[in-house]
């Protein structure tokens, strides 16, 4: 069975320091990668997908992830935080039986001035 | 191009009740997927319908429904409600063959007392 584990349910960043959030799948096939972020009292909104094409991924808001199979990881990260990155970040990986996401429990990341 | 709109946004019922959310696709997408948010297990799939035909369902109790109609709106149902129903209950829809990207809505806050 596919499955994401997150490291660290919350990290502290101040504003603009170096954003790192971790991700560790799981899978016994090529697996399709996900990073979403939810906004207070919002729904999901997707970061950036790794499909098997190159292995850094950028995505928006200046996010950006590397699928590194060795490690099977596929890390966050920003260069520069923003007060306005603040909210959860989830990683999910694409169930390889069909289109439904497996998702991990989430990190929280919060941006201090 | 409007997003995903789930109604309504927020909703108490009590145990033992029934209740049913809607989820309107962005237009042009097919296919809806319905995922529970609870702070103890996560987000969890519950259900994927395209041209109105239940393609996939995750691991919920058969309290659990959906359906969708002609037009790709879909439901989902919740009957003999208990405590641990209680959860955001997020809908996503994507295009046919381009699953690796999914839209999702703002989510339904079920509350059960």
């Known amino acids: 069975a596919q499955s994401v584990t997150q490291l660290g349910s919350h990290v502290s960043v101040s504003e603009g320091a170096l954003v790192l959030l971790r991700c560790n799948y799981s899978?016994?096939?090529?697996?399709?990668l996900f990073w979403y972020v939810q906004y207070p009292n919002q729904g999901l909104q997707l970061l950036l997908k790794y499909t098997s094409a190159a292995t850094l991924v950028k995505g928006i808001n200046g996010f950006e992830a590397e699928f590194k199979k060795s490690e099977t990881s596929f890390h966050l990260t920003k260069p520069s935080a923003h007060m306005s990155d603040a909210a959860e970040y989830f990683c999910?990986?694409?169930?390889?039986?069909?289109?439904?996401?497996?998702f991990g429990k989430g990190t929280t990341l919060s941006v201090s001035s | 191009k409007a997003g995903v709109t789930q109604t309504p946004r927020y909703l108490i019922k009590t145990r033992g009740q029934q209740v049913t959310l809607s989820c309107s696709p962005i237009?042009?997408?097919?296919?809806v997927s319905w995922y529970q948010q609870t702070p103890g297990q996560g987000l969890q799939f519950l259900f994927e319908?395209?041209?109105?035909?239940?393609?996939n369902k995750g691991n919920f109790p058969g309290r659990f429904s959906g359906r969708q109609f002609s037009n790709s709106r879909s439901e989902m149902n919740v009957s003999t409600l208990e405590l641990g129903d209680s959860a955001l209950y997020l809908c996503a829809s994507y295009r046919t063959g381009n699953t690796d990207t999914q839209y999702f809505g703002p989510g339904t806050r079920l509350t059960v007392l």
């Open positions: 237009s042009g997408h097919r296919s």
């Open positions: 999910a990986v694409k169930d390889q039986a069909g289109t439904a996401l497996i």
């Open positions: 319908y395209f041209s109105e035909t239940q393609r």
């Open positions: 899978s016994s096939v090529p697996p399709y």
